[in-house]
């Protein structure tokens, strides 16, 4: 993203280049016609002689009577300036005046000769007041810039605090449950109670550290589902069944870290019951161009409005979606045969 400071910088730049421009365009055609250095010094001077005031009305209007004046709590003397300012160099320029040539009064006459050096005057004002207009124009132009700028980086701030305030939105009773499952495991099989640690420090650590990026790989954030349903799965009986088919694409891919995980969570949650069969089946796959990750789970009436498809995870998830990937994403969710899915497309990731 661009600067203030930068944009600023920019425009200094291209605005001396261009009265640069001004001064020398005359005498350069002019050497490139005549091939008189001498020449082409005369008309050097003589532009410089004419453009000089309109330069220093620009530049004075530019970086010290519209930003300290006219932006500020000083507009009267802004005008009072650039009264005595136009008066000076309308002095400076046309009086003493010059004695017209005589072949000026022959062609013209003495009435029209007058009438042209008064039209000089007003032309002079008038383009004076041009310059001063032009400079207040393109200092709003880039106040409106900065303060546009400003806005985007106000609101690219908000958006990160809020992404990473919901990407560490993961359930703790996770970590308690996984605790106490280990634990009970340590009893039955120190093996697998070793192996599942080393799990859990994996997860741990990816969530915590590895998941800071804005973008992670997708094979890490694979290796970090495998552990989570492995865990996860340490809670549930054998009247469970999970089934998973995590398929990564022939090349590596980036992708929002955290962004499956409340969909998994919110199926062992919702969708396991000791008392009967369940079902919870995650399938990440390519169609095309699109990323597409499906997660199904058995539906078991509840009393209460804790039930799949809602709670904090999934709307956190809804909004990052709406952060990270916006118009480029669709989310669906359904219930039917008594299975609960929720499906996330990601379009043109791959």
């Not at 400076?92 to 042209?116: H, M, S, T, Y």
């Not at 499956?260 to 161009?289: C, Q, W």
């Amino acid at each position: 993203m661009q600067t203030p400071l930068r944009s600023k910088l920019i425009v200094n730049v291209a605005q001396i280049i261009v009265w640069a421009g001004i001064f020398l365009t005359p005498s350069l055609v002019t050497w490139t016609m005549t091939g008189s250095s001498g020449t082409a010094l005369g008309v050097l001077y003589g532009t410089a002689k004419t453009v000089f005031p309109f330069f220093l009305v620009y530049f004075l209007n530019y970086f010290l009577l519209v930003p300290k004046c006219l932006y500020g709590s000083h507009r009267r003397g802004f005008y009072l300036f650039n009264l005595l300012l136009i008066t000076l160099l309308t002095l400076w320029v046309f009086f003493p005046r010059e004695p017209v040539p005589q072949e000026v009064l022959d062609q013209f006459g003495e009435k029209n000769a007058w009438a042209i050096y008064v039209g000089g005057i007003v032309a002079h004002v008038f383009f004076q007041l041009i310059i001063i207009l032009l400079a207040v124009g393109v200092r709003y132009t880039m106040r409106a810039h900065d303060a546009l700028l400003q806005a985007e980086e106000e609101r690219r701030k908000s958006t990160e605090a809020e992404l990473t305030w919901l990407k560490n939105q993961l359930n703790p009773h996770f970590l308690f449950n996984t605790l106490n499952n280990i634990s009970s495991l340590t009893q039955i099989d120190p093996d697998q109670a070793q192996e599942r640690i080393g799990q859990l420090s994996d997860t741990l650590r990816y969530a915590l550290y590895d998941s800071e990026a804005e973008k992670v790989p997708l094979s890490g954030e694979v290796a970090f589902m495998d552990n989570y349903i492995d865990l996860m799965a340490l809670r549930c009986s054998e009247r469970t069944r999970v089934e998973r088919s995590l398929i990564l694409p022939d090349h590596e891919v980036m992708i929002a870290p955290l962004l499956f995980i409340s969909l998994i969570e919110n199926a062992f949650k919702h969708g396991v019951s000791a008392r009967n069969d369940s079902l919870i089946r995650m399938d990440l796959h390519t169609e095309g161009k699109d990323l597409c990750f499906v997660c199904e789970n058995t539906v078991f009436e509840k009393e209460t409005v804790d039930r799949s498809g809602s709670g904090i995870g999934l709307v956190n998830l809804r909004r990052r979606l709406e952060l990270i990937y916006p118009g480029q994403y669709t989310y669906r969710q359904s219930v039917a045969e008594g299975l609960y899915r929720v499906e996330i497309r990601l379009k043109n990731l791959l």
